[in-house]
């Protein structure tokens, strides 16, 4: 029924979209939370779990909208040159804490690696700085780099050693610009927010979904990962 709800439900074509979208959220959320009520021993009351589903569906279809509504070819993500890997990264800042994200892609424009770290800080600055961090420490075993996120100020500070640092993050971009002395073939990009839809919304599903750390590819959505790219995602068999 997921797989061809148009069948059995009657569906349109945006219809049996949404429909397959909240069916593969709501299993997910189901099974990870099984684990960990069986697992961890954790609790959750129905409006929890009923918010969580809802919120996390709402912010994969606006995600998915701007995917279909983008007709400029200027405002999609680009693969990095042949050889290079790219590396973008992103923060999505909660109540209490913040969560960053790092996206790994090579020249062909496949994903071959998601971080996300959960940081204290409510700070949208420092989250980013935090983001670029994180991105910076997973191509750090990688010559051939460039590390881009929407955020002018971060890349401006990496980029230009002898400008004036916000005081808050300056112990995080030295930080960054001793692995970027290591590598001389890294650089740095700033890129525009529509083509840092993949780290962006990344970061979002982890700090909804509580999900840190190395992330299996397969653990999310496919077509939510090419979302900021002009690949199409790969076809539900």
Not at 46 to 68: L, M
Not at 151 to 163: A, F, H, Y
């Amino acid at each position: 029924m997921i797989i061809y709800p148009d069948r059995e439900l009657r569906l349109k074509n945006e219809e049996r979209h949404h429909f397959q979208l909240f069916a593969v959220i709501m299993l997910d959320f189901i099974w990870r939370k099984r684990n960990d009520v069986i697992h961890n021993h954790s609790s959750l009351s129905i409006e929890e779990a009923s918010f969580q589903i809802k919120s996390t569906y709402e912010d994969y279809k606006d995600a998915w909208k701007k995917k279909v509504d983008q007709q400029s070819k200027e405002e999609n993500w680009h693969p990095p040159p042949l050889n290079y890997q790219s590396y973008s990264f992103d923060a999505a800042v909660r109540e209490q804490f913040s969560v960053v994200s790092a996206i790994k892609r090579n020249h062909s424009g496949d994903i071959l690696g998601i971080l996300t770290e959960k940081v204290q800080t409510t700070i949208p600055l420092i989250a980013e700085a935090k983001a670029a961090l994180l991105a910076a420490n997973m191509a750090s075993n990688q010559d051939l780099a460039i590390i881009e996120g929407d955020s002018q100020s971060i890349i401006s500070s990496i980029e230009s050693p002898d400008i004036s640092t916000f005081w808050n993050i300056s112990t995080i971009i030295k930080d960054i610009q001793h692995l970027s002395n290591l590598h001389q073939n890294w650089k740095f990009a700033k890129i525009h927010r529509s083509q840092n839809r993949c780290a962006h919304s990344v970061a979002q599903w982890a700090a909804t979904n509580l999900v840190f750390g190395s992330i299996p590819i397969d653990n999310i959505p496919s077509w939510f990962l090419y979302i900021d790219s002009e690949k199409d995602p790969p076809q539900t068999l």
